[in-house]
Every structure is written in C-alpha cells, then in structure tokens.
C-alpha cells in the first residue's frame, strides 16, 4: 500500500459547481495535511493545510480531515475554469509524502 | 518576498554526464527540501536539510545522487553519473516550520 493515494481522475466538473477530491493514507499516526495545485508545467502551490480533525476552510475551498478513516479531502466551492489543474494531496508521515495527484477539469 | 529560485530552468545532457542543479531559499527559511517529480507522478522528496543537517535522506540514490547545504541557505543537488531514468522535474522547497512548503520552479532535466 501506498502511502498516499489519491484517485488519478480525470475528474470533470461544470463551473459552479463543487468539486470533491480525495485522498488516503496509510499512517495514523500523521500529523500534517497539504493540498497544493499544480498546473501544467508549473511546480506545486500551497492552497491550505490542516492539522485537526474536522474541517477548515479559505474562500472557495474546505478541507476536511478524518483521521479515524484515515482520509483527507478538498472541497472546491464555486469551481471556475482557472480551478483546472492537478491536486496533489501530501502528508507528513515522518516525512513528506505525495500522492500522484487527481486531474480536474471545470467545464464553462 | 521573494520566493524560492533554482537555476538552470533547463538541461539537457547525455548518459553517464554530471550535472548539478542549485536552489536559493525564501529568506528566513531554515527547512530546504529537494524533490523529483516524474511525469505524471507526485514529488517524491530526495532529501530534506534543517539549517545545513540533513534531516531525512532516505530515498536519495547515495551512489550517484549527492547535495549540500553550505552555511545554511543555498543548496546543490548533483548527479553524478546520470542515467536515461533521472529524466524529471527536480523542485527545491522551502518551509520557515517544517510544515507547509513553497516550491520554486524546478529543473527540468532531460538525460539521452
């Protein structure tokens, strides 16, 4: 098992609406969460993290943690076309691992 | 605030060729990081440097692959002799906590 996975996708969505991203992990004991968005041919940005169970959100985004399922995931409120890009899921466990990323495509 | 620099953007060379890729942190960042990014994978981390220590270099291939981090604040990453599989992104991150990082525009390396 991975330590990080994440459903590959492709995931399309129309503009507007809400797009729901995935990923698991292996360790419980893992403290940290990320999300970055990388677009095409460009290196990794830092949308939000979250240390603690439940959820936490900034503008159009809501992450949520559930760290008895072992599952972190990003929600994209509002999805614009700008939003399309990949979304690499990355957890502390010891070190820093990340999943292969969930392609997204909003749809005008 | 300037963010994370790495240099060259690009490079090209043959198998069995060194090469050597440099990164400048946010300043202030004491927590530097170099990856590998694959095409169409996630960054897998080569090494991590707290200050000048290396703090985890568990999946850095040690027989051809070798960085440091003089003084604390730039980096190199060397790869020395390159194969047809090192063909990749190689991005360099900061983090002032160890915890969220910011990522600078990578190299990318092609090996023929």
């Known amino acids: 098992q991975k330590e990080v996975e994440q459903n590959s996708g492709p995931l399309s969505v129309p503009e507007g609406a809400i797009a729901s991203l995935n990923c698991t992990y292996s360790?419980?004991?893992?403290?940290?969460f990320f999300w970055y968005r990388q677009y095409s041919g460009k290196s990794p940005e830092l949308i939000m993290f979250?240390?603690?169970?439940g959820d936490k959100e900034d503008g159009r985004f809501t992450a949520q943690l559930n760290k008895a399922s072992q599952y972190v995931s990003l929600l994209i409120r509002d999805s614009q076309p700008s939003d399309s890009a990949t979304y690499l899921c990355a957890v502390n466990i010891n070190q820093f691992y990340f999943g292969t990323g969930t392609s997204l495509t909003v749809i005008p | 605030e300037a963010g994370v620099a790495q240099s060259p953007r690009y490079k090209i060379i043959e198998k069995r060729q060194s090469v050597a890729f440099w990164c400048n942190p946010i300043?202030?960042?004491?927590?530097l990081y170099w990856y590998q990014q694959i095409l169409g994978q996630g960054p897998k981390l080569l090494i991590q440097?707290?200050?000048?220590?290396?703090?985890?270099d568990s999946q850095l291939p040690k027989d051809r692959f070798s960085a440091e981090r003089l003084k604390g604040v730039d980096s190199t990453l060397k790869i020395q002799p390159a194969k047809l599989e090192d063909s990749a992104v190689y991005l360099c991150?900061?983090?002032?906590?160890?915890?969220?990082?910011?990522f600078g525009p990578g190299t990318r390396l092609t090996v023929l």
């Open positions: 440097f707290q200050n000048n220590g290396v703090v985890d």
């Open positions: 300043s202030g960042h004491a927590t």
């Open positions: 991150a900061s983090s002032p906590t160890g915890g969220e990082q910011f």
């Open positions: 979250i240390y603690s169970n």
């Open positions: 360790d419980r004991g893992s403290q940290s």
